[in-house]
């Protein structure tokens, strides 16, 4: 962020892509420096449940995670403007996307594979990648959801390379672009 300049956000941003693309660690770096909430969806899911999201998966199912979340999610949309990151899967949901659309914008934090796996191949915290191939679980997983992370209404590509602090910075600046989201202020 240029040194100083402070931003009105005016919508609500989520955070979309896949496990491992940074939305938490970009999530909490974009609210501090716009100085606004940060929430996970994920442990707002956990709280309201008090279980984790693998004990959610495993006692009652997937489609009853996806229920719950989508719940949170629009609840999470009709605060303030706040940054919201989300599971790897909510943005998958057309009613998710058409939420977030009406009340917020969608940005995706476009990881390329490689870097994707090696960000969670050692975490034994995604119930997706508990089988018997991980790798290749994450690659089908990739190519069937980033036609639809491509419908986000902006796109960040991520660098491998990238601190978060250089990968804030650049969420920030596309969000400047579009100043009915974030405006400059003088």
Known sequence: MAQGQQYQLHSTVVL????????????????????????????????????????IF???????????ESEVIRRLLTGPPRIVSTGGGAFLAERNRTAIDQMGISVWLDADLQTLWERVRHK????????????ATLTTIFH?????????????????????????????DTLATRPDILEPLS
């Open 16 to 55: 979309v892509g896949m496990m491992g693309s940074g939305k938490t660690a970009i999530g909490r770096s974009l609210a501090a420096s716009l100085e606004v909430p940060f929430v996970d969806s994920d442990a707002a899911i956990e709280e309201a449940a008090a279980l984790s999201i693998a004990e």
């Open 124 to 135: 034994d915290t995604r119930p997706l990648l508990r089988t018997a191939d991980p790798k």
């Open 58 to 68: 495993k006692r009652d199912g997937e489609a009853f995670f996806r229920e719950r």
């Open 144 to 172: 069937e959801r980033t036609p639809i992370y491509a419908k986000a209404g902006l796109r960040i590509p991520i660098a491998a390379e990238a601190s978060i602090e250089e990968t804030t910075q650049t969420v920030v």
